[in-house]
T-cell receptor
Framework: EAGVTQSPTHLIKTRGQQATLRCSPI?????VYWYQQALGLGLQFLLW???????NRGNFPPRFSGRQFPNYSSELNVNALELEDSALYLC??????????FGDGTRLSIL | QKEVEQNSGPLSVPEGAIASLNCTYS??????FFWYRQYSGKSPELIMS????GDKEDGRFTAQLNKASQYVSLLIRDSQPSDSATYLC?????????????FGKGTHLIIQP
């Protein structure tokens, strides 16, 4: 069974640009979660999508947004990139109340 | 604000010994508790989940939960060098972490051969 897949593996952007990160959940999983893991800050919850709807949001500004498609895959968009957005962005998926499983992440570097 | 606290370590344990990792959380309404293992440069891997007070065992791993004390622990028996990693404690108000997980910053575990 394929795990959670994320693309791209690495992404390099400059300040002010927009970044789009993609995630495909484990087959059968309907929920997708996005987390940011910045150096020294630990894993922080960003967004939760379930059945195509945004269900919950962490303490991040509105320039962090996303969506979930009918096939349950998801995109995370980060607008007006800032230097402190440099981090590993992890996607996780789950089915209903089962535990979350993580993908390998996208390393976003802002120059 | 929900908080999860872990000792950052490093925690150094001899091979074959028991490693004990601890975690406290601030929100009494928390319902679901998880331990993830993260190797350097890799993504977190689910080790254990626990939802009710007491112990839950899975192979060499035992998770312990005490909701009254707001305390979760992970014991690793017969520690192996391959257990060397950062262990992340995660907590959720909902079952399975459906509302999003709150993570501690992790404990760096080193198993000495």
């Amino acid at each position: 069974e394929a795990g959670v897949t994320q693309s791209p593996t690495h992404l390099i952007k400059t300040r002010g640009q927009q970044a789009t990160l993609r995630c495909s959940p484990i087959s059968g999983h309907t929920s997708v979660y996005w987390y940011q893991q910045a150096l020294g800050l630990g894993l922080q919850f960003l967004l939760w999508y379930d059945e195509g709807e945004e269900r919950n949001r962490g303490n991040f500004p509105p320039r962090f947004s996303g969506r979930q498609f009918p096939n349950y895959s998801s995109e995370l968009n980060v607008n007006a990139l800032e230097l402190e957005d440099s981090a590993l962005y992890l996607c996780a998926s789950s089915f209903r109340s089962q535990p979350q499983h993580f993908g390998d992440g996208t390393r976003l570097s802002i120059l | 604000q929900k908080e999860v606290e872990q000792n950052s370590g490093p925690l150094s344990v001899p091979e074959g010994a028991i490693a004990s990792l601890n975690c406290t959380y601030s929100d009494r309404g928390s319902q679901s508790f998880f331990w993830y293992r993260q190797y350097s440069g890799k993504s977190p891997e689910l080790i254990m989940s626990i939802y009710s007070n007491g112990d839950k065992e899975d192979g060499r791993f035992t998770a312990q939960l005490n909701k009254a004390s707001q305390y979760v622990s992970l014991l690793i028996r017969d520690s192996q060098p391959s257990d060397s990693a950062t262990y992340l404690c995660a907590v959720s108000l909902a079952g399975g972490g459906a509302d999003g997980l709150t993570f501690g910053k992790g404990t760096h575990l080193i198993i000495q051969p």
